[in-house]
C-alpha cells in the first residue's frame, strides 16, 4: 500500500467510522470507490491453505495470490500463527490492506468435538445444539477462523448416502429448528466479537436428494416438494440471520445448483431477501463442465457469477476470466460489485477493518481449546445423542457390581473413529474418550475383559477365538462396533446398510456360544443401519453414533445408569436397502395396505419386505416407562386468526427419572396437493422424576399448516386435520378439528 492510498483509506474510515457508527453499507460503498476491477474480483476468490485437506488438491502460490490482491479468502487456514502471517501479507503488502476471511469445517466441533450432527439431532434438544456450536466458535475463533461452513441443512431421507451423518435427518420442521439453533451459537448475538463467527448454510440445494444415495448424483423433484420439503431449513436459517450460504455439488432439474439462478437469485435474494454472500462448493463452479452445462472455464464463471455465486471456493475461475467476461460485457460489472459488497459487507460486521488481527490472540488459542467446560458439555451432549434402540427384559442398565464384563469389537478401545468424519482439528490419538477409558470409571481393571475380535472391514477371523473364549467367560457381553469414520461423510456412498465387515459374522458366531447370556451391541456409525439380524441376536441396542471427544465416558454413563437414555431417532431406520428411501411423512398412494387386511393383493407393498421399517422416525427407549393420557384440544376448530390448544398428560410410570421427547403430529387429510400422512408440527423435551406427571400443551395456528401449493403459493387450505401427540412417529391418529 502506498503511503497515499493508506492514508486515503484510513481518512475515508476513521471518519466512516465516527460519523456513520455501524453503517457497515455506507463503509463498504467508501472502500468500494477506491477499488479497482481486479481488486474487487480478487475478493471473491478463496484458495486452501495446508492445514487440512478438503478436497482434491489443487497447487495455489497463496502468498503471491493475496499480494497480488487477488484473493479474499482461505480455507483450511486456520492456528494463530499461521492466520497472523497470512493476514499480515493482506494487511501490509496489498494496496488497499483489505483483511482477509479464514474459513473452516468446523462441523461438529472444532477441538472438542461433539456427537456428528445426525447424533446431536437425536438430542431434539435445541439448547444443547446451540451451546455445542458456541463452543465450536469459541475455540475455532481462538484459532484466527472468522467463518464456519456449518450448518449442512440438507434434509436427508437415503441413508446410502454418507452425508447424511452432517445433517439432521428426515424431517422439515426439526431440520429447520436445528438450523436455527446452529445459527445463534455460532454468529452468537454480536458478530463484532472476537468469539463469534460466520455460519454458511450449506449445501444450497436439493443435494441431500442424490439419486441412487450416490454422492454428487443428480437430483430431480418438483417445485412443490423443493418448496416443501428441502428449501424449509435454508430459509429458517436466513431467518435467523445466517451470514453466508454454500452452493451444491449437484444439479437440480438439469441445472447445477453452482449455476442455478432460479435458486439463488429468484428465491434465495429476492424471495428471501438474503443479504449475505454465497460461497460455491470445492471447485462446484468448475465442476459445471463436466456437468455438460458450461463449455470451458471461462463459460462457468460467467454461469456462477450471473447466477449469483459470490465466491469461488478453489476453482480459480473467477481470478482467471471474471476481468475478461466484464470487458466483454458477459458479466455486468454491476453483478462482481454487489458480490465484493457482500463479501466485504461480512468482513465489516466481523470488525475485521477494525482490527485484522482481532482474533489473533496467542494467550487465547492456548487457553481456549478443550477446556474442562467445554469436555463435559460434551460429555452431557453424547448422553444426550445417543438412542437406546432395543433393551429386551430391561438388560441395561448394567450394574457395576457385574462380576465380569467382556468388551469386544474393533471400536471398544477406538479413540480414533470415535470422532467421526468431518472433526475438524479434534485430536485422533490421546485426547478422546475411548468406550473401555469410559467404563473404568465403573468398574475394576479385574472386572473387565477385553478382545478386539476383528477389524471394522478386513476379513481375518483369527481373533474370533479369543472373542469367543472371553465372551463365554464373562457374565454380560458389550459389543461395541460400528462404521469407520470414514464410511460416512462425502463421498462415502454405500449400497449395503448392514455393519460392515465380519462384525456380523462374530455376533453371530458370539451369539451362539452363549445362547443365554445377556448382550448387548454398542453401534457406532454414520447413517441408519439395517439391524435386522442384529435385534435377534442380541438383547440391548445402544445407537451411540460417532459420539465426540468425550464418547466413550457418555456411553459408559448410559450403560451403568448414570444417564438415562432420552435420544430418539430423526431417520428411520429400514428392515433393508430396498425400502430406501424410507421416511415417516410419506405420501398415502391410492393403494395404501389396508390395516385389517396387510396381505390384500393390488396394493402398494412389496412381495418380499413388510413397508414398515426397523426403527421408526422417533423412536428412542428410555429406563423408565411414559404413560400419555387425557389428549384434550381446545376446541374442534381453528380459525385463522385464532390458536388451537392441544394437551396430554404425560406421566413417568417406570422407576428412573428421566427426559421424553413429546412429539406433536398433523394430517391434512384433503389438499389441493397431497399432504403426507403425518407431518411434525412441534416437540418438547420434558423431564420427569420417577411417579411424575406433567400436563403438555402445544399451541397451533393456520400459519403452521401452511405449504405451497400447485401454484407455488404458500397457502392454508380449509378441511379436516387429524391431530395427536406421541412419543413417536409410530401411531394412528384418534383426533381432529376443522380449519374453518
Ligand atoms: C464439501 C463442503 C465443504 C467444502 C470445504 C466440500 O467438498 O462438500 O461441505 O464445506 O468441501 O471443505
Redesign the pocket.
Known sequence: MTLKTKLTYSIIFVFGHVALAQNYEAKVDSLMKLMTLQEKIGQTVMYSGSWDQ??PIVGTDNAKYIREGNMGAM??AFTVKGTYDLQKVAVEETRLGIPLLFGY?VIHGHRTIFPINLGMAASWDLKMIEESSRISAEEASAEGLHWT?SP?VDIARDPRWGRISEGSGEDVYLASQIAKAYVKGYQGDDLSKHNTILACA??FVGYGAAQAGRDYHTVNMGEGELRNVYLPPFKAAVDAGVETF?SA?NELNGVPTSGNKFTLRDILQEEWGFKGFVVS??TSINEMILHGFAKDSTDAARIGMNAGVDMD?MGSVYRKHLKELVEEGKVDEAIVNDACRRILLAKFKLGLFDDPYRYIDEKREAETKYKPEFLSKAREIAAASSVLLQNKNNVLPLSKETKSIAFIGPLVKDEYDILGNWAAKGDRKGKAVSVFEGVLEYLKPNQIMYAKGCDILKDDESGFSEAITISKKADVIVLVMGEGHHMSG?AASRTNLKIPGIQPKLIQKIREANPDKKIILVLMNGRPINLSDEVNLVDAILEVWFPGTMGGAATADILFGAYNPSGKLTVTFPRNVGQVPIYYNMKNTGRPIPDNNPTEDYKSNYIDSPNSPLFVFGHGLSYTTFKYADFTLSSHTLSFSDTLKASVVVSNTGGFDGYEVVQLYIHDKVGSVTRPVKELKGFQKIFLKKGESKTVTFILTAEDLKFYNSEMNYTVEHGEFEIAIAPSSDFKFKNSFILE
Do not use: P, Q, R, S
Open positions: 478438503t478436497g480455507l483450511n469445517d461452513f449442512m450449506k449445501h454454500m455439488f462448493d470445492y471456493m462425502e
